[in-house]
């Protein structure tokens, strides 16, 4: 990371959701996916080098907003993201999100971005991340339950990143699969919709739970689920929001970002909090083995962690570079001489800054 | 509080620096402090609606980044705030900050600001409100130690809302005293610069430490402080970092923001753990008394607190209203249907949005 240069001390690019668009479109989404989930596996390699802290949580009735930092001693990000089921009645997202990155040694930000469509790319790899490791060889068929904001995004990491040509499309609202089934034509994906949970997990060898209800919900019963099926469950990722029956869990091996975490928020808020559970970064440094065998279930029991936002920022810094995708943000006070705060208020006046 | 209107979900209200020195100047720097202490009174009246953390930090050897988050259960406030005092030498900052309000119910963002310059007025507001209720009857003379970033605004606070009229300025940095004589000559006060700590302190009502060494440092010895003194003690601020000789916090009577928070980074880390102190809010609120005699030794031992930012940010979103000091940042993702995020992404190309 290079630290501001002198003469635009006060800026700080900023990616907006035009941009953002035109940078995804740029580079294409399965390639900048495929992008953001190679920074992540890096990143996961070095994962005793991050700070790590649980997201700090505003709880309201309504929904949450949370703060979630990290830093590798070098470059130190945060997001900002709410979940507001409600929210989608009103006609607004259930999700949104910005963050920031900033130098460790001087406090000043590299990058502020928003971070709504950039969480959907980096969950959708950071899924394909965890399949890669965890995934029945050569699985090519993926159910999808829950065909909301968040389906396109991870059918295209499986597609580019473990090779699924197949996606079986299920959710309560047909209205949400025609917009998956219509987004999803021209993709390369054989497209299935079902009519049923039943229907659509048939013969799929890896299942997608992203449903967003703020309630334990049983998505997944334990006789939809065979042996050597891979779970990526999404969906779940606050107190009292779970998928699955806690039977698919028990029969399962289960793969989480952080643990402490992941007990709070994770499908396994099921089970007793010694429940033995793998941390996926070390099945990706090797330290730990992945899928051993095929009939094990294995299940990504994923509630998004810092460090993959911290991944997708550093991948979206180094990609704006020598691009137009980006505006440069007067945020930050830059006065001549440090010490001269109040003088270059002052002075405002006088450069002529105020009409 | 109004949520956003449907039609442009996207904007987020944003203040630059650049807009920020403008409406500054359009309302004057004393009148927008003394609107800032009225809402950091009205707020501390009822602190007890709040949701209150210690900040979030994320500490290096250079310096800290932190997060600090409120809320009252209407409306979300965090800042994003670092410190490095080795920034000064590299023609940095010390302190640059920028926050943001959001509401509750939507967990949709309100405003984006630049927070550099607001914090250095609320800060200002924050230790003139505290002198309002501790400082001696009539005060009308200020030493001002450490002539910084922060001097200007001090001084100007203290005249607006406690009625000072006389300023004694002392600096290990002659440089820095020059700045602040300058910026001070049309405002009002009578400024007499010093040389030595122990001058600047002689005959002064109020005493204010600002200095920014990240040290135990001792700019006041128990010797200087005389009775019926109030001191405004806002350099020390974090863990390590000290202004005054142990000796005159057990002389006085101790006033803070949040225990919990200064007990760690303020001047009271030098002392017991259960070392009586008052909290400001209950003064304010009139449930404690603050000054009960003329020979009493007041300390206001500040470190800043997440409530008076929000209450920093809820001036400034009304005091924006129907001018033209921001600007309107497309940070947030809003597609036709909330559930179709990869379709506005897709479509994207078709409005002609990638040239």
């Known amino acids: 990371m290079t630290t501001p240069q002198k003469g635009n001390l006060n800026l700080v690019p900023f990616v907006s ?21 190679a920074q992540i596996e890096s990143d996961f390699k070095r994962w005793e080098s991050f700070d790590k802290t649980a997201r700090v949580a505003s709880h309201s009735k309504e929904g949450v907003i949370e703060l979630m930092p990290t830093s590798d001693g070098e470059v130190y990000g945060f997001k900002y993201v709410n979940g507001h089921p409600k929210n989608t009645k009103e006609g607004l997202q259930t999700v949104t999100a910005f963050g920031l990155l900033a130098d460790v040694g001087t406090g000043y930000p590299l990058l502020f971005t928003e971070m709504t469509i950039l969480t959907a790319l ?102 939809m689920v065979g042996a050597g099926q891979h779970i990526n469950a999404i ?50 440094a090797g330290i730990e083995q992945g899928r051993t065998s095929d009939t094990q279930i294995t299940l990504f029991d994923s509630v998004g962690f810092a460090i993959e936002d911290f991944s997708a920022l550093r991948y979206l810094y180094s990609a704006i570079k020598g691009t137009e995708f980006f505006d440069n943000l007067d945020m930050l006070a830059d006065p001549d001489e440090p010490r001269d705060l109040y003088g270059m208020v002052r002075r405002a006046a006088k450069t002529g800054a105020v009409a």
């Open 17 to 37: 959701v035009d941009n953002m668009m035109k940078l995804i479109l740029s580079i294409g989404v399965e390639e900048m996916i495929a992008g953001i989930a």
């Open 122 to 223: 980096r969950t959708a790899a950071m899924s394909a991340v965890a399949a890669k490791y965890l995934a029945p060889k050569d699985a090519k068929i993926m159910a999808m339950i829950g065909n909301g904001a968040q389906c396109e995004f991870q059918a295209l990491a499986f597609k580019a990143i473990c090779g699924i040509d197949t996606v079986r499309l299920y959710d309560i609202d047909p209205v949400a699969t025609d917009k998956a089934v219509f987004n999803l034509k021209d993709s390369g994906l054989t497209v299935i919709r079902t009519n049923s949970h039943q229907e659509c997990v048939s013969g799929a060898d890896i299942i997608t739970t992203c449903t967003a209800d703020k309630q334990c919900a049983t998505i997944l019963t334990d006789n």
């Open 235 to 284: 969906g779940g990722d606050c107190p009292g929001k779970t998928e699955l029956h806690k039977d698919i869990l028990l029969r399962s091996d289960i793969f989480v970002e952080y643990p402490p975490q992941t007990r709070v928020e994770g499908e396994i808020q099921q089970l007793k909090e010694d429940h033995p559970v793998k941390e996926l970064w070390k099945v990706i």
